[in-house]
Protein backbone atom coordinates (compact mmCIF):
# COMPACT_ATOMS: atom_id res chain seq x y z
CA UNK A 1 0.00 0.00 0.00
CA UNK A 2 1.01 3.62 -0.74
CA UNK A 3 2.26 5.84 2.27
CA UNK A 4 1.66 9.19 3.00
CA UNK A 5 4.34 11.63 2.84
CA UNK A 6 5.61 15.27 3.44
CA UNK A 7 6.28 17.70 1.33
CA UNK A 8 6.55 21.40 -0.46
CA UNK A 9 4.95 22.37 -3.45
CA UNK A 10 3.36 24.70 -5.62
CA UNK A 11 -0.35 24.39 -6.22
CA UNK A 12 0.10 26.65 -9.40
CA UNK A 13 2.36 28.85 -10.94
CA UNK A 14 2.02 32.23 -9.02
CA UNK A 15 1.24 30.59 -5.47
CA UNK A 16 4.89 30.13 -3.52
CA UNK A 17 5.64 26.45 -2.04
CA UNK A 18 3.59 25.53 0.45
CA UNK A 19 3.24 22.15 2.93
CA UNK A 20 1.25 19.06 1.29
CA UNK A 21 1.05 15.69 2.27
CA UNK A 22 1.23 13.54 -0.84
CA UNK A 23 1.65 9.65 -1.54
CA UNK A 24 4.11 7.68 -2.50
CA UNK A 25 3.88 4.64 -4.13
CA UNK A 26 4.32 1.12 -2.72
CA UNK A 27 7.34 -0.52 -3.29
CA UNK A 28 7.92 -3.30 -5.77
CA UNK A 29 10.35 -6.29 -5.42
CA UNK A 30 13.06 -3.75 -7.24
CA UNK A 31 12.92 -0.78 -5.65
CA UNK A 32 14.40 1.19 -3.01
CA UNK A 33 12.77 3.65 -0.74
CA UNK A 34 14.52 5.89 1.69
CA UNK A 35 14.52 8.80 3.71
CA UNK A 36 15.62 12.27 2.02
CA UNK A 37 18.34 14.13 3.78
CA UNK A 38 19.49 17.08 1.55
CA UNK A 39 17.31 18.18 -1.81
CA UNK A 40 19.65 20.43 -3.95
CA UNK A 41 17.64 23.92 -5.75
CA UNK A 42 18.08 23.78 -9.38
CA UNK A 43 17.31 26.88 -11.32
CA UNK A 44 14.91 24.61 -13.54
CA UNK A 45 12.55 23.44 -9.94
CA UNK A 46 11.86 27.59 -10.41
CA UNK A 47 11.11 27.28 -13.85
CA UNK A 48 8.80 24.13 -13.69
CA UNK A 49 7.45 25.60 -10.04
CA UNK A 50 6.75 28.55 -12.19
CA UNK A 51 5.75 26.82 -15.81
CA UNK A 52 8.05 29.19 -17.31
CA UNK A 53 8.65 26.05 -19.65
CA UNK A 54 5.11 25.91 -20.86
CA UNK A 55 5.58 25.06 -24.48
CA UNK A 56 7.96 22.21 -23.99
CA UNK A 57 7.43 20.70 -20.79
CA UNK A 58 3.81 21.94 -18.85
CA UNK A 59 3.60 21.72 -15.31
CA UNK A 60 0.76 19.53 -13.59
CA UNK A 61 0.12 20.95 -10.62
CA UNK A 62 0.58 20.24 -7.42
CA UNK A 63 4.32 20.09 -8.43
CA UNK A 64 7.30 18.81 -6.09
CA UNK A 65 10.67 19.93 -7.57
CA UNK A 66 13.83 18.29 -6.73
CA UNK A 67 16.03 16.78 -8.47
CA UNK A 68 19.61 16.83 -6.55
CA UNK A 69 18.65 14.08 -3.72
CA UNK A 70 20.63 12.22 -1.25
CA UNK A 71 19.06 10.24 2.07
CA UNK A 72 20.01 7.12 4.12
CA UNK A 73 18.03 3.49 2.76
CA UNK A 74 15.23 2.93 5.46
CA UNK A 75 13.62 -0.45 2.69
CA UNK A 76 14.53 -3.02 -0.45
CA UNK A 77 12.49 -5.09 -2.41
CA UNK A 78 13.69 -8.71 -2.08
CA UNK A 79 15.31 -8.78 -5.76
CA UNK A 80 17.51 -5.66 -4.91
CA UNK A 81 21.32 -6.33 -4.83
CA UNK A 82 23.11 -3.18 -4.86
CA UNK A 83 21.65 -1.36 -1.51
CA UNK A 84 21.12 -2.33 1.92
CA UNK A 85 18.82 -0.15 4.76
CA UNK A 86 21.11 2.42 6.11
CA UNK A 87 23.13 2.95 3.29
CA UNK A 88 23.51 6.59 1.62
CA UNK A 89 22.32 7.06 -1.83
CA UNK A 90 21.27 9.74 -4.47
CA UNK A 91 19.01 10.36 -7.26
CA UNK A 92 19.23 12.58 -10.35
CA UNK A 93 16.98 13.80 -12.60
CA UNK A 94 16.02 10.10 -13.58
CA UNK A 95 14.05 7.82 -11.92
CA UNK A 96 12.45 5.30 -14.56
CA UNK A 97 13.35 4.33 -18.33
CA UNK A 98 12.89 1.59 -20.80
CA UNK A 99 15.90 -0.36 -19.42
CA UNK A 100 15.62 -2.25 -22.71
CA UNK A 101 16.27 0.12 -26.00
CA UNK A 102 19.55 1.08 -27.73
CA UNK A 103 19.92 4.16 -25.60
CA UNK A 104 19.29 2.60 -22.25
CA UNK A 105 21.57 -0.31 -23.20
CA UNK A 106 24.20 2.18 -24.49
CA UNK A 107 23.95 3.41 -20.43
CA UNK A 108 22.02 6.37 -21.93
CA UNK A 109 19.19 6.08 -20.51
CA UNK A 110 18.14 10.32 -20.47
CA UNK A 111 18.14 9.58 -24.13
CA UNK A 112 15.90 6.22 -24.10
CA UNK A 113 13.72 5.80 -27.30
CA UNK A 114 10.69 4.86 -25.55
CA UNK A 115 11.01 8.00 -22.66
CA UNK A 116 12.98 8.51 -19.81
CA UNK A 117 10.75 9.35 -16.69
CA UNK A 118 12.13 12.41 -14.51
CA UNK A 119 12.41 12.76 -10.79
CA UNK A 120 9.07 14.87 -10.52
CA UNK A 121 6.27 16.62 -12.92
CA UNK A 122 6.59 13.62 -15.00
CA UNK A 123 3.95 10.76 -16.38
CA UNK A 124 4.70 7.41 -13.31
CA UNK A 125 4.23 4.65 -14.99
CA UNK A 126 3.74 2.95 -11.59
CA UNK A 127 0.58 5.36 -10.75
CA UNK A 128 -0.54 6.77 -13.60
CA UNK A 129 -0.20 10.12 -12.01
CA UNK A 130 2.53 12.64 -11.93
CA UNK A 131 6.01 11.85 -10.29
CA UNK A 132 6.92 14.13 -7.70
CA UNK A 133 10.41 15.02 -6.63
CA UNK A 134 12.48 15.38 -3.40
CA UNK A 135 11.08 18.60 -1.94
CA UNK A 136 9.63 15.43 0.35
CA UNK A 137 11.16 13.56 3.24
CA UNK A 138 11.06 10.29 1.29
CA UNK A 139 11.19 8.70 -1.90
CA UNK A 140 10.68 5.21 -3.58
CA UNK A 141 13.32 4.84 -6.72
CA UNK A 142 14.30 1.45 -8.74
CA UNK A 143 17.14 0.51 -7.78
CA UNK A 144 18.82 0.85 -11.41
CA UNK A 145 18.44 4.69 -10.99
CA UNK A 146 19.65 4.82 -7.18
CA UNK A 147 23.37 5.79 -6.59
CA UNK A 148 26.01 5.36 -3.84
CA UNK A 149 27.48 8.25 -2.13
CA UNK A 150 30.84 8.07 -1.54
CA UNK A 151 31.54 8.28 2.28
CA UNK A 152 34.17 10.28 2.67
CA UNK A 153 32.21 13.58 0.96
CA UNK A 154 29.59 15.48 2.92
CA UNK A 155 26.37 14.32 1.63
CA UNK A 156 25.06 18.50 1.69
CA UNK A 157 27.47 19.31 -0.73
CA UNK A 158 26.86 16.47 -3.10
CA UNK A 159 23.45 17.05 -3.88
CA UNK A 160 23.84 19.28 -6.11
CA UNK A 161 26.69 16.74 -8.34
CA UNK A 162 23.30 14.86 -9.33
CA UNK A 163 22.19 17.50 -11.76
CA UNK A 164 24.66 20.52 -11.39
CA UNK A 165 27.63 17.97 -11.31
CA UNK A 166 26.78 15.50 -13.82
CA UNK A 167 25.76 18.45 -16.23
CA UNK A 168 29.08 19.72 -16.60
CA UNK A 169 30.92 16.20 -16.05
CA UNK A 170 29.20 14.45 -18.94
CA UNK A 171 30.61 16.84 -21.88
CA UNK A 172 34.33 17.25 -20.18
CA UNK A 173 34.30 13.63 -20.16
CA UNK A 174 32.98 12.92 -23.63
CA UNK A 175 35.01 15.03 -25.22
CA UNK A 176 37.86 14.03 -23.63
CA UNK A 177 38.79 16.80 -22.00
CA UNK A 178 42.20 16.08 -20.06
CA UNK A 179 45.76 17.17 -20.07
CA UNK A 180 47.59 19.32 -22.94
CA UNK A 181 43.99 21.00 -23.78
CA UNK A 182 43.35 24.27 -23.36
CA UNK A 183 39.60 25.01 -21.87
CA UNK A 184 37.00 27.54 -21.48
CA UNK A 185 34.08 27.63 -19.02
CA UNK A 186 31.68 30.26 -19.89
CA UNK A 187 29.69 31.46 -16.84
CA UNK A 188 30.47 30.75 -12.73
CA UNK A 189 26.95 30.12 -11.24
CA UNK A 190 25.63 26.77 -9.91
CA UNK A 191 26.62 24.95 -13.29
CA UNK A 192 30.49 26.81 -14.11
CA UNK A 193 31.81 26.76 -10.58
CA UNK A 194 31.49 22.75 -11.39
CA UNK A 195 32.87 23.17 -14.85
CA UNK A 196 35.95 24.91 -13.54
CA UNK A 197 37.05 22.27 -10.63
CA UNK A 198 36.22 19.22 -12.89
CA UNK A 199 38.11 20.62 -15.91
CA UNK A 200 40.59 21.80 -13.14
CA UNK A 201 40.79 17.98 -11.96
CA UNK A 202 41.04 16.02 -15.32
CA UNK A 203 44.45 18.18 -15.92
CA UNK A 204 43.35 20.83 -18.78
CA UNK A 205 44.50 24.29 -18.85
CA UNK A 206 41.31 25.96 -17.80
CA UNK A 207 40.38 28.82 -18.66
CA UNK A 208 37.12 31.06 -16.82
CA UNK A 209 35.10 33.86 -18.69
CA UNK A 210 32.61 35.79 -16.53
CA UNK A 211 31.16 39.15 -16.99
CA UNK A 212 32.21 40.35 -13.38
CA UNK A 213 35.09 40.99 -11.56
CA UNK A 214 34.06 40.35 -8.59
CA UNK A 215 34.49 36.70 -9.45
CA UNK A 216 37.83 36.80 -10.55
CA UNK A 217 38.90 35.43 -6.57
CA UNK A 218 36.43 32.92 -7.01
CA UNK A 219 37.14 31.72 -10.32
CA UNK A 220 41.30 30.99 -9.67
CA UNK A 221 40.15 29.73 -5.95
CA UNK A 222 37.98 26.70 -7.66
CA UNK A 223 40.71 26.16 -9.76
CA UNK A 224 40.96 28.14 -12.96
CA UNK A 225 44.36 28.86 -14.15
CA UNK A 226 42.78 32.12 -15.86
CA UNK A 227 39.90 34.06 -15.81
CA UNK A 228 38.95 36.63 -18.69
CA UNK A 229 36.95 39.61 -18.37
CA UNK A 230 34.32 38.52 -21.42
CA UNK A 231 33.44 41.94 -21.88
CA UNK A 232 36.97 43.47 -22.03
CA UNK A 233 37.19 42.60 -26.01
CA UNK A 234 41.60 43.26 -25.97
CA UNK A 235 41.20 40.35 -23.20
CA UNK A 236 38.91 38.34 -25.49
CA UNK A 237 41.29 38.95 -28.83
CA UNK A 238 44.37 37.49 -26.93
CA UNK A 239 42.80 33.97 -26.82
CA UNK A 240 41.31 33.69 -30.34
CA UNK A 241 41.51 30.46 -31.64
CA UNK A 242 43.23 29.15 -29.31
CA UNK A 243 40.71 26.56 -27.29
CA UNK A 244 40.25 23.09 -27.79
CA UNK A 245 36.76 23.06 -25.85
CA UNK A 246 34.62 25.82 -24.46
CA UNK A 247 31.80 24.62 -22.38
CA UNK A 248 29.02 27.23 -22.01
CA UNK A 249 27.21 27.27 -18.99
CA UNK A 250 25.09 30.50 -19.46
CA UNK A 251 21.05 30.62 -19.60
CA UNK A 252 20.81 34.41 -20.14
CA UNK A 253 21.15 35.78 -23.63
CA UNK A 254 24.45 35.90 -24.85
CA UNK A 255 26.98 36.48 -28.05
CA UNK A 256 27.85 32.45 -28.86
CA UNK A 257 30.08 33.74 -31.86
CA UNK A 258 32.20 35.96 -29.45
CA UNK A 259 33.52 32.35 -28.07
CA UNK A 260 33.23 30.19 -31.34
CA UNK A 261 35.77 32.84 -32.69
CA UNK A 262 38.03 31.19 -29.63
CA UNK A 263 37.56 27.87 -30.56
CA UNK A 264 40.79 26.32 -32.75
CA UNK A 265 40.09 24.24 -35.89
CA UNK A 266 38.32 21.11 -34.93
CA UNK A 267 37.49 22.81 -32.09
CA UNK A 268 33.91 22.65 -30.25
CA UNK A 269 31.49 24.60 -28.01
CA UNK A 270 29.24 22.89 -26.08
CA UNK A 271 25.94 24.37 -24.78
CA UNK A 272 24.53 23.22 -21.11
CA UNK A 273 22.93 26.54 -20.52
CA UNK A 274 19.59 26.76 -21.62
CA UNK A 275 18.67 30.79 -22.99
CA UNK A 276 14.86 31.21 -23.81
CA UNK A 277 15.73 32.80 -26.95
CA UNK A 278 17.38 31.59 -30.36
CA UNK A 279 21.16 33.13 -30.78
CA UNK A 280 22.28 34.33 -34.36
CA UNK A 281 24.81 32.16 -35.98
CA UNK A 282 27.09 32.68 -38.60
CA UNK A 283 27.43 29.79 -40.52
CA UNK A 284 31.31 30.89 -41.47
CA UNK A 285 32.37 31.28 -38.16
CA UNK A 286 31.47 27.50 -38.08
CA UNK A 287 32.83 26.63 -42.24
CA UNK A 288 36.74 28.29 -41.44
CA UNK A 289 37.76 25.94 -38.91
CA UNK A 290 35.79 22.92 -38.97
CA UNK A 291 34.55 24.15 -35.33
CA UNK A 292 31.39 22.82 -33.63
CA UNK A 293 28.84 23.65 -32.09
CA UNK A 294 27.35 20.74 -29.63
CA UNK A 295 24.59 20.22 -26.99
CA UNK A 296 24.59 17.89 -23.77
CA UNK A 297 22.43 17.08 -20.95
CA UNK A 298 22.85 14.96 -17.94
CA UNK A 299 24.97 11.68 -17.99
CA UNK A 300 23.09 8.01 -17.62
CA UNK A 301 23.37 6.63 -14.79
CA UNK A 302 26.80 4.58 -14.86
CA UNK A 303 28.70 8.03 -15.76
CA UNK A 304 26.72 9.70 -13.26
CA UNK A 305 28.22 6.94 -10.51
CA UNK A 306 31.48 7.29 -12.62
CA UNK A 307 31.09 11.22 -11.54
CA UNK A 308 30.86 10.64 -7.87
CA UNK A 309 33.21 8.28 -7.86
CA UNK A 310 35.80 10.61 -9.53
CA UNK A 311 34.17 13.31 -6.95
CA UNK A 312 35.46 11.11 -3.39
CA UNK A 313 39.04 10.48 -5.52
CA UNK A 314 39.66 14.23 -5.88
CA UNK A 315 37.69 15.46 -3.05
CA UNK A 316 34.96 17.38 -4.94
CA UNK A 317 31.67 18.69 -4.06
CA UNK A 318 29.23 21.64 -5.08
CA UNK A 319 29.77 24.83 -2.84
CA UNK A 320 26.73 25.36 -0.84
CA UNK A 321 24.52 27.73 1.29
CA UNK A 322 22.45 25.02 3.39
CA UNK A 323 18.92 26.18 3.61
CA UNK A 324 15.71 25.18 5.57
CA UNK A 325 12.77 24.30 3.42
CA UNK A 326 10.91 26.93 5.42
CA UNK A 327 13.13 29.56 3.36
CA UNK A 328 12.64 27.96 -0.08
CA UNK A 329 10.25 30.43 -1.25
CA UNK A 330 13.30 33.52 -0.59
CA UNK A 331 15.92 30.80 -1.95
CA UNK A 332 14.06 31.23 -5.51
CA UNK A 333 13.75 35.04 -5.27
CA UNK A 334 17.39 35.04 -4.03
CA UNK A 335 18.42 32.76 -7.02
CA UNK A 336 16.45 34.88 -9.36
CA UNK A 337 19.14 37.78 -8.52
CA UNK A 338 21.69 35.92 -9.13
CA UNK A 339 22.17 35.83 -4.87
CA UNK A 340 23.79 32.29 -4.30
CA UNK A 341 27.49 30.97 -4.31
CA UNK A 342 26.66 28.31 -5.97
CA UNK A 343 24.15 26.07 -5.05
CA UNK A 344 20.99 26.08 -2.58
CA UNK A 345 20.29 22.61 -0.93
CA UNK A 346 17.52 22.12 1.61
CA UNK A 347 18.31 20.49 4.91
CA UNK A 348 14.94 18.32 4.91
CA UNK A 349 15.20 18.04 8.91
CA UNK A 350 13.46 20.82 8.91
CA UNK A 351 10.03 19.81 6.84
CA UNK A 352 9.82 17.72 9.97
CA UNK A 353 8.51 20.92 11.71
CA UNK A 354 6.27 22.03 8.99
Not at 165 to 187: A, E, R
Not at 219 to 228: F, S
Not at 252 to 261: E, G, Q, R
Request: hydrophobic share 40%; proline share 5%; aromatic share 8%.
Amino acid sequence: MSTSAKSYAAQSASSPLAPLAIERRTPTDRDVAFEILFCGVCHSDLHQARNEWQSVMPTVYPCVPGHEIVGRVTSVGSAVTKFKPGDMVAVGCLVDSCLECTQCKRGLEVFCEKGCTLTYNAPDKHTGKVTYGGYSDSIVVNESFVLRVPSNLDPAAVAPLLCAGITTYSPLHHWNVGPGKKVGIVGLGGLGHMGVKFAHALGAHTVLFTTSESKVADGKRLGADEVVISKNAEEMQKHAGSFDFILDCVSAPHDVMAYLNLIKVDGNLVLVGAPDEPFPVAAFGLIFGRKSISGSAIGGIAETQEMLDFCARNNITSDIELIPIQKINEAYDRLLKGDVRYRFVIDMASLKQS
